[in-house]
């Protein structure tokens, strides 16, 4: 399952969100390394649901599956991106592998300078995928911290993270979508009719465990497996 991470290499948030125009939201402005142009990376595998150029090229970006939240919440995710210069390359519909380059920083909409504007959203795209708030700015839909909702690992420089803090992703953890290893276990040769009842205290050590965790076995029809436990628990 994947981890939303925070889309941009470097963090230099410039805008936090209740203020100015984020005003009743939980926008933030990201401006990346420098005031140049940078790229922005898909936080998840998502599809395009919705862009909007008739004022900031803005583009919502929904999972295509459920992702982990950094509290541990397990739900779909939908992204709201503003400012980039130039959509022509994205279409509604198309799929953005999680880390790809797919968004710019820019200028379009009502902007001081390059940065892209960003909005975290809980759940599904649905209906026109934001809202018109209470300060008369449109803020996505089931808005969300973004500090709820992306992580960020070794590979993000945090220049400045306007006094958020995001979870990090530990080194020693598993990649996404990947669970515990099931070890490499060669399953037990047949066992003939005479002997399939062959009295368990004739057995042979295939494996031993070394630590608590959750393991699995393939086992063929008529084969036998046997658990011996060196303390009391099981």
Known sequence: MEKPLYPSPYMRITQGYGEGSHRDSYAIDEA???GGIDFLTAPFTGTIRKIYTKDANEVWLESNSEVEYPDGTIDYMTILFAHDNNVENLYVGK??????????????????GNHCHIECGKGRFSGSGWIQNSAGYWSILNRKKPQECLWIDSSIKVLNNYGYSFKKIE???????KTTPI??????????????E???????????????????????KGQKLYLESSDNNI
Request: hydrophobic content about 20%.
């Open 32 to 34: 990346g390394s420098d």
């Open 95 to 112: 799929v953005i592998q999680k880390g790809e380059r797919f968004y710019e920083e820019g200028t379009k909409g009502i902007s001081s």
């Open 171 to 177: 080194e020693n953890s598993l990649p996404d979508d």
């Open 183 to 196: 070890p490499d276990i060669k399953p037990t040769p047949e066992i003939p009719d005479d002997k399939k």
């Open 198 to 220: 062959q009295d368990k205290d004739n057995k042979s050590l295939i494996f031993t465990c070394h630590k608590d965790d959750i393991y699995a076995i393939r086992l063929k």
